[in-house]
């Protein structure tokens, strides 16, 4: 059934015209905001949903006198004139009604909500290129707006997981490996010398299961299925570990603390020595360490015993300097970068520079542009992780 809809914002290629149009020119429009929703289960969202949607966005359009464009079903942008003195209180108050939004519709995903993919600031006085960029990216990809609506998925289910431990089990762990498990890069850059490869992360790679195992299941919202599903993922990729990983060289696994007491890890703390113990990084995210604070002290215990590493995963740029890393046994931790990073982690320099001068090594993952390879390296931070670190790599035949 298509939706009746009250207010109809123009597609984003017109937006991107605007934007084109502003090249070499001082316009009136200083910011543009990108508002997404498709961090939420969608498949299961209403019409009502949709329609107090487009209301707050058009209530917010009218409010700070800017434009808006629909770039696609979840995915809003608003152009409008943002300064120094307006802006913290203008980001605010998008956040609160988006905020109210979700806990009206979605009370359940409300504490889980990534803020800076919701609501994201771009300052087109210096980041217009990378504007531009963004939205040929966007229209170049399907599910824009104007395309066809993509089929509705349904939930995840206790047989998805059944079927996720099936299939495991009748590929076997090196077929599984070779078919789901991937890598990337982890590599350390000193100021003015060339990227060098030092270890790799594995993980299961969640577009290939969607592909072949979860076909029109939405993953999102599934709450305590999805941890259910993590789990068992976890024991997947501990099985397959000695096929991705024979020789024990450097890496890292993210996995969950629960992983840490089940037979898949306790057949690879046995068929290692010491020596290959640490050459592995255990990744733990930070939320998942606080959840299951106890038993994660008796996990680290047990690592750190083998003379394992372990990484505090999912350090976000707010949160830097919170948690004490060295209250949680780790030497290693992965802050992530994203939108809007660059403005604050000079903010918590002097938390960096604490917690390097307290011999943790910190990467910078996720890291999609120079500005955050600069950023990091004037900071103190050497190791990074993610695309443009790959290209890099690539570039030098590293690895």
């Given at each position: 059934m298509n939706r009746v809809r009250i207010h109809v914002a123009p597609p984003g290629s017109e937006l991107l015209k605007r934007l084109r149009g502003m090249q070499g020119k001082t316009g009136n429009f200083t910011t543009l905001v990108l508002i997404s929703v498709s961090v939420l289960p969608l498949g299961n969202a209403t019409e009502e949903f949709w329609s107090d949607f487009d209301r707050v966005l058009w209530e917010l359009r009218e409010r700070f006198n800017a434009q808006l464009f629909e770039l696609a079903e979840p995915d809003r942008a608003l152009l409008?004139?943002?300064?120094?003195?307006?802006?913290?209180?203008?980001?605010?108050?998008?956040?609160?009604?988006?905020?109210?939004?979700?806990?009206?519709?979605?009370?359940?995903?409300?504490?889980?909500?990534?803020?800076?993919?919701?609501?994201?600031?771009?300052?087109?006085?210096?980041?217009?290129?990378?504007?531009?960029?963004?939205?040929?990216?966007?229209?170049?990809?399907?599910?824009?707006?104007?395309?066809?609506?993509p089929e509705k998925l349904r939930p995840l289910l206790e047989d998805d997981i059944d079927n996720v431990k099936k299939v495991s089990s009748e590929l076997g762990a090196k077929q599984f490996s070779r078919v789901f498990i991937r890598h990337q890069r982890i590599a350390v850059i000193n100021p003015g010398e060339e990227p060098s490869d030092v270890m790799h992360e594995y993980f299961v790679a969640m577009n290939e299961l969607q592909d072949h195992v979860f076909k029109k299941v939405e993953l999102r919202g599934s709450g305590n299925l999805f941890n259910q599903l993590t789990l068992t993922l976890d024991q997947a990729l501990l099985k397959a570990f000695g096929e991705v990983n024979p020789m024990r060289v450097k890496c890292s696994i993210n996995i969950n603390v629960e992983s840490v007491f089940t037979d898949a890890f306790k057949a690879i703390m046995q068929g290692d020595d010491d020596q290959a113990f640490s050459n592995i990084a255990f990744e733990f995210r930070q939320a998942n360490m606080l959840q299951q604070y106890d038993e994660y002290m008796v996990a680290s215990e047990l690592i750190l015993n083998r003379?394992?590493?372990?990484?505090?995963?999912?350090?976000?740029?707010?949160?830097?300097?919170?948690?004490?890393?060295?209250?949680?046994?780790?030497?290693?931790?992965?802050?992530?970068?994203?939108?809007?990073?660059?403005?604050?982690?000079?903010?918590?320099?002097?938390?960096?520079?604490?917690?390097?001068?307290?011999?943790?090594?910190?990467?910078?993952?996720?890291?999609?542009?120079?500005?955050?390879?600069?950023?990091?390296?004037?900071?103190?931070?050497?190791?990074?992780?993610?695309?443009?670190?790959?290209?890099?790599?690539?570039?030098?035949?590293?690895?």
């Open positions: 409008l004139k943002m300064t120094e003195y307006n802006q913290v209180g203008m980001m605010s108050d998008m956040k609160v009604a988006i905020l109210r939004l979700i806990q009206s519709y979605f009370p359940e995903q409300f504490g889980l909500i990534d803020q800076s993919r919701l609501i994201r600031g771009i300052d087109l006085r210096i980041k217009l290129g990378n504007a531009i960029k963004y939205l040929e990216r966007i229209e170049e990809q399907p599910g824009k707006s104007g395309d066809k609506k003379n394992g590493t372990i990484c505090v995963d999912a350090i976000f740029p707010e949160s830097v300097g919170i948690v004490s890393l060295k209250r949680l046994n780790a030497s290693m931790g992965k802050i992530f970068w994203r939108q809007g990073a660059e403005s604050v982690l000079p903010i918590y320099e002097d938390d960096i520079k604490y917690l390097l001068d307290s011999g943790i090594q910190l990467c910078l993952a996720r890291l999609d542009d120079e500005q955050g390879l600069e950023m990091g390296q004037k900071m103190g931070i050497t190791m990074f992780q993610g695309f443009l670190i790959d290209k890099m790599l690539e570039g030098t035949g590293s690895g």
